[in-house]
């Protein structure tokens, strides 16, 4: 199975433009998921393969309602929508409000987009955008079934701070109390940096040596490059070379790694 959740601290934003990154660039069949419970917003900004906008009414609100029935992995491909580069995604909620009806549904959901890959008709990963997270966020109740949890932060102190109190309570919640390199478990938990491409390398290497001196049983998996024009051009705010700028092309080192890494694709 290949679920990949990507989620934030309140104080690290960059969590869509990294999951339609990754997305864009994943070496397999990706579905990417809105799975924000505040809500989406690439039905205000993508095109869709048609050439006209998305359908907010087909995606998570319509795969919810499904979801209360009871949901196989095939039934996915029924909500989602392709954009016009052909990536496959689910769109996310209007809002908050609607994540109400989606209460109680997140382990389903969850199970759904982990067995994707196993599908018989249709199989695919699944990379879904979960947004900012804190102790209480429903959406933690799809964090079991992923095959890697990855958590986004900026470089800023206060930024590496929560990234690293927010891991070490992911980590005690999904893997037990134990701490330390003998408590790495299942999922894994990935820390994903937006850094400045001349200095990645020290700052990644920087942060892993805090996450062990804590004991904290996250790891820090790469750098995405800082590069504002990239992900204008990736949200559709401005035109350029997507493929050659520094977003992409960090974003796919990380697509090529990560399977490598976590087994994800096994």
Known sequence: MALIAIAADKGSPG???TAVALAAVWPRRVLLAEADPAGGDLVYRAVGAHGGVLNPNSGMLSLAATARHGLAAEQLWDHSQPLAGGLDVLVGLG??????????????????????AESPSGAADVIADCGRIGPDSPILELFPHAAL?????????????RVRDRAGALSAKLHGSQRGAAALGYPPIGVLLIAEAGSSARVASQVNEMLVASQISARVVGTLAHDPAGAETLNGRRRGRL????????????????PQRYGVFQ
Request: charged residues 15%; without cysteine.
């Open 15 to 17: 969590v869509s433009t």
């Open 95 to 116: 809002g908050a409000e609607q994540a109400a009806g989606i209460s109680g549904l997140w382990t389903i959901l969850g199970s759904a987009f982990a067995t994707l």
């Open 149 to 161: 949890v990855l958590l986004v932060s900026r470089t800023e102190p206060e930024h590496l701070a």
């Open 243 to 258: 493929d050659k700028s520094l977003l992409i092309r960090s974003a796919r080192q990380i697509a090529a790694d990560v």
